[in-house]
């Protein structure tokens, strides 16, 4: 049988939370929203848990800062919200999403199953985020954004070092499935990356991008077209 929820006392809960859910320190949790069991929000950041003694829920508890949920989100199972995070109205997180201190995430933006946002990371509203999207610290999303299922975005273009530089992603900008956005560009508003495309430089606004590296090949115009179906792709 699932054991009950952890909710700290300091905690301020509106919403549903089901057994086995934790909620940990001055975490606010919006009306109409359900925590799903087994999820955790508030959770500690790394310098703070290496100094727990014995890591107990109640530890954990009364160092952490808590974090924000807004009203109508749901955050389903397995799901690691930490502390210092704020998820607006409406946002939705799949299974196993692991969101880290300082991220923001915007009104009625979904987030799939195994994506992680990685340091402090920021996403606007109305977003789709498919599932096992990588965003580390640093990258900024626009409001209206698609990326595709394991799309990853990188902040240190010489691995390991401390140059790190953030990506930014225009609003209305459509990623790819498995594209990969090399750190310190800019994806321009409305603009679209291929699947499996790796952008190694700034891509215009309303511009369609393909290949290895990334070149330009059309227009937003003619993207929406062809999405429609005005304008068919050639077989062969």
């Known amino acids: ?63 952490s800062n808590g974090c924000s949920v807004g009203s109508w989100c749901l955050i389903r199972r397995g799901c690691v919200v930490y502390e210092d995070v704020t998820l607006m109205d409406g946002t939705e997180l799949g299974h196993n999403v692991l969101i880290r201190s300082g991220s923001v995430v915007g009104r009625n933006t979904r987030i799939g199953t195994g994506t992680q946002l990685d340091g402090e990371v920021v996403v606007g509203d109305g977003c789709s985020i498919q599932s096992n999207v990588y965003l580390p ?53 409305g603009a679209v990356v291929a699947a499996g495309a790796v952008v190694t430089r700034d891509v215009p606004d309303e511009a369609v991008v393909v290949g290895v590296p990334a070149r330009v090949v059309g227009t937003r115009s003619e993207y929406d077209l062809k999405r429609l179906g005005v304008i068919r792709r050639p077989r062969g």
């Open 137 to 189: 610290h640093l990258t900024r999303v626009g409001s209206n954004v698609f990326i595709g299922p394991g799309a990853s975005v990188m902040n240190d273009r010489y691995p390991p070092s401390d140059r790190l530089e953030g990506v930014e992603i225009g609003d209305g900008a459509v990623i790819g499935s498995g594209a990969l956005l090399v750190a310190g560009i800019r994806i321009g508003r």
């Open 1 to 63: 049988m699932s054991r009950v929820a952890f909710v700290s006392s300091r905690a301020r809960v509106l919403g549903r939370v089901l057994p086995g859910a934790v909620i940990l320190g001055p975490t606010v949790v919006g009306e109409r929203s359900l925590i799903d069991s087994f999820a955790t929000l508030g959770y500690p950041k790394r310098s703070k848990l290496l100094e727990l003694r014995e890591g107990r829920l109640e530890e954990l508890d009364a160092v």
